[in-house]
């Protein structure tokens, strides 16, 4: 009753709207020109009760869709950190939707559970992690983030998610700095540690961690009868870019007996390069790391990962039976991770990989860091604007002396042509460029600098 007639006809005019698109993707407006409300007014309707055809359907979704959405793909698509989705990386999510698979068990999704084995073990060769290493594919870097804590939590105080947190005597404090995404605060307020022992120490003038401020922190809780129990490390902080000095972080963790998880969601992506490698050192003493495929990998959403040292301690967590950890059996993901049904996230690693390999995309991640530099240095100089990083990774957070409204103002003198978001960094408002989209060139940011110089003169 639910099989479609022509099938294939279907299929075939999707592809040729997705084709459309895709080779359009870098003209026109980035974001959409209609409002919400106009949205609303264009997408709102009751509840179908009666079908219509699917051609009226995949006419309605060329119609009101496609030209409704963010062309996040785009070369002029220069914010927040959601990369553009690589060709690869979307053929395979093609291919993976046919295919619909489980992989929660190995027979809802053979081949994809052994891909996703097999891509967790390569991304963690990659962090040069050992043997015992494991992980899983997530939706992002929020849930990443959340599952590594909750093993860290099982690891650092064992049978604690089948006692309780009353069952600890003494509570727990986290670590992390001024800069972490606020998706630190979710999964500490969602795993019963409460937000408020959540330590957020200040940074130094890159934005990355002040260490001794840290061990201050620490000794205080000692003395006043807590429990420190984990430092998250900055990879990529979401406004800046910074990445903290993870090596020093290490050393603090090892001095103290904390779990340390690297919160390497945006720049762990980097660790392909040459430059990432440097700024990611000591990232191999971490106990568990989050790193996004789908920001600096260049993987279409959802697909974050998490990676843990020892891949007992997410056993240990989140386990569906009762059979000890075994490390010679085979990975099953639904003892890995808080889902059972879920998607295969691996499938499109697994395309884009193949397709690309790592050095592709390697010197893409290069590139974008290459043209991050060209615009800081190219701001150099302009009179009436400052700049508030020099980009450690992709990212360029600079203001006009008028503040937020002058920025706002700038924002909107370029929102046909650029799509670039406000932030604030240091308590300042500023507008961030994030240079991470593979078909973002060198023409793009002398387009984008001439529009700031432009501004200024008319302005
Ligand atoms: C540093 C950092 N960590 C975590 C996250 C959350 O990742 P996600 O949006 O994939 O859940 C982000 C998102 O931008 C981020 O920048």
Redesign the pocket.
Known sequence: MLELEKMDLHIDSLMELIKKYQSEISSGRVLPEASRSEMERIIFEEMPTAGKAPEAVIGEFAEKIIPNSTKVGSARFLS??ITSPSQAGILGEMANIGLSQAPFLFKAGPAATVIEDMAIGWISSLFDFPKESGGILV?????S?LTALGAAREAMFPGITENGMHSIEKPPVLYTSKKA?A?IDKAVGALGFGKKMLRKIAVDAEYRIDANELEESILKDIQEGLRPFCIIA?A???VAGAVDDIQKLSEIAKKYSLWLHV?G??GGGAIITAKGRELLRGIQEADSI?V?P??WLFIPPEA?CVLLRNKKHLYNAYRMGQDEYNPDTPVEFVNYGIQSTRMSRAIKIWFAFKIYGINTLSATIEKNMELAKAFYEGLEGVKGLYRLNNPMTSAVCFSFEGGQEENESFLRYIEDKFFVSPAVLGGKHCIRACFSNYRTKVEHVEELLELVRKFKGIY
């Not at 939706?139 to 849930?143: A, K």
């Open positions: 927040w950190i939706s992002g870097g929020s849930v983030t995404h998706s900055q990529g902080t979401s919160d969601a945006y989050s996004d789908h920001k974050g």
